[in-house]
């Protein structure tokens, strides 16, 4: 089902050299259980940081051409809720 398909987006990958980089599907993990993903597609960007340990989760959108914005308000955002 849904459920099983999102855990599995969370699960480090496995490579055919043997290594299992921090990445999960689309998701940057690490072994506190913080998650990040962020893209961009067509002037549309997004930012999304959850950590499961505290049950938290931050999601910042933006349509500018800018990176620095974005991730400086992510930065901010992220260290004011998740430090």
């Known amino acids: 089902g849904e459920h099983v398909n999102l855990k599995e987006a969370f699960n480090l990958v496995s490579l055919e050299n043997g290594k299992r980089p921090k990445y999960g599907f689309g998701w940057m993990l690490n072994k506190e259980g ?10 549309a960007r997004t930012y999304i940081a959850r950590d499961t340990s505290t049950k938290t989760c931050i999601v910042v959108l933006d349509n500018s051409t800018n990176d620095k914005y974005l991730d400086e308000i ?5 260290e004011a809720v998740m430090d």
């Open 34 to 43: 913080k998650t990040i993903h962020s893209g961009s597609w067509l002037g």
């Open 74 to 78: 992510a930065d901010a955002v992220e």
